[in-house]
């Protein structure tokens, strides 16, 4: 378990439908492969502390995580996020879990546009799933440290929310009950951040002004999603012209 502290680039192109709800996969950065613990017998996938930006960094882990991604294609509609996770269970046996602890009352999921370089970057998406509202798949494998089982989240994504060609990050962090209560972490990616579109980012609220400013996380931590989408109405005309265009040029 890691607080922020192995290669592959973060898609981007859109590909084939997913199984798990409407739209194409537009970015994805998939959870590392487990390994195995000999020292409890399970395979395990490393994750990391992220709190929602409601926070303020007030939460007892008092910090944030967020990966980027490119937009390359035209302009895409949002339609749905996975999200790979586990969580604490203070006071309670982590491996008998079914589900994230009971103090995770929803997650937030935000988007930021990356542009320039002051750490604050403007908010193009901001969701608040209740727990509720999101599948829970158990995976079979377990984070180190605290061995909470791990969880692949399935969410729908509201609002019609568009994004255009660019350069982005996306945060999930858990809304808590208690605040110093059991918290929410996001399971490792695969992208380690040796490439610029595989960088990730974190906040953190050891100083409270400090909180919304982000800066690139250096030791390889990432979070493991997959983002999905249809292309916007204005997109499809796009592409349409340009397939007509492209069909007069071989005539």
Do not use: C, H, K
Not at 11 to 37: H, K, R
Not at 136 to 145: A, I, L, M
Not at 211 to 219: K, L, N, Y
Request: proline share 6%.
């Amino acid at each position: 378990m890691r607080f922020l502290a192995a290669s592959a680039v973060i898609s981007i192109v859109a590909s084939t439908a997913s199984a798990e709800s409407g739209g194409s996969v537009l970015a994805q950065n998939l959870p590392v492969t487990p390994t195995f613990d000999p020292s409890s017998g399970r395979f395990v996938q490393d994750a990391t502390f992220s709190d929602s930006l409601q926070s303020q960094g007030n939460y007892f882990y008092s910090q944030a995580l967020a990966q980027r991604f490119d937009v390359a294609a035209p302009s895409w509609t949002l339609t749905s996020l996975s999200a790979w996770a586990a969580s604490e269970y203070i006071g309670q046996n982590p491996p008998s879990q079914t589900a994230l602890s009971s103090n995770i009352s929803a997650l937030q999921v935000q988007i930021m546009r990356l542009e320039g370089s002051t750490g604050q970057y403007p908010t193009v998406a901001n969701w608040f799933i209740p727990i509720a509202d999101i599948l829970q798949v158990q995976q079979q494998t377990f984070t180190p440290g605290i061995y909470s089982p791990v969880f692949r989240l399935d969410m729908a994504l509201a609002n019609n929310v568009t994004l255009s060609t660019g350069s982005y990050i996306l945060t999930i962090g858990g809304v808590l009950a208690d605040p110093e209560g059991s918290a929410f972490a996001w399971v490792d990616g695969q992208a380690d951040g040796s490439q610029l579109n595989t960088q990730a980012f974190f906040t953190t609220g050891d100083v409270s002004s400090d909180w919304g400013f982000w800066a690139p996380v250096t030791d390889g931590t990432s979070g493991a999603f997959e983002l999905r989408g249809v292309p916007a109405p204005g997109a499809l005309v796009a592409l349409a012209v340009a397939g007509v265009a492209r069909r007069r040029r071989r005539d």
